[in-house]
């Protein structure tokens, strides 16, 4: 039998899937990057790769699980020179307004703070 107490505490954790399920899609600080950049617009591998800071290896992991996950779509264009081009999807574009509201929060909350970007 659950007690008040326990009850609660399975409502919340009930509550908090969601936002499990969407840290763990897009949580990780590579996927983060990628998806912040690529709300500029199209970007090629190398151009990613500048942006990011991260290793061609690392990055074509993230893209290929960003593109999985229906985040990111990749173009390939044939002529000469072939050059691969990333950008988002509705899905992934749709993460503009959590973005922006990431950084409000950093504004108020982080300042003094040593923030990595």
């Known amino acids: 039998?659950?007690?008040?107490?326990?009850?609660?505490?399975?409502?919340?954790?009930e509550e908090a899937c969601p936002v499990v399920?969407?840290?763990?899609?897009?949580?990780?600080q590579w996927r983060l990057?990628?998806?912040?950049?690529?709300l500029e617009g199209?970007?090629?591998?190398n151009e990613l790769k500048r942006e990011t800071g991260a290793n061609a290896r690392t990055?074509?992991?993230?893209?290929?699980?960003?593109?999985e996950t229906g985040f990111?779509?990749?173009r390939l264009e044939?002529?000469?020179?072939?050059?691969?081009?990333?950008?988002?999807?509705?899905k992934g574009e749709s993460l503009e307004p959590v973005f922006e509201e990431i950084s409000c929060w950093a504004d108020s909350w982080l300042e003094g703070e040593a923030v990595d970007a």
Request: proline share 4%; no cysteine; hydrophobic share 35%.
């Open 21 to 28: 399920a969407s840290i763990e899609q897009i949580g990780s």
């Open 1 to 13: 039998m659950a007690t008040p107490q326990s009850q609660n505490s399975i409502e919340r954790q």
């Open 59 to 67: 990055l074509s992991r993230v893209l290929d699980d960003l593109g």
């Open 72 to 74: 990111v779509e990749r």
């Open 78 to 90: 044939e002529d000469a020179p072939i050059a691969t081009y990333y950008s988002l999807t509705e």
């Open 42 to 45: 199209e970007h090629r591998f």
């Open 33 to 38: 990057a990628v998806l912040h950049t690529l």
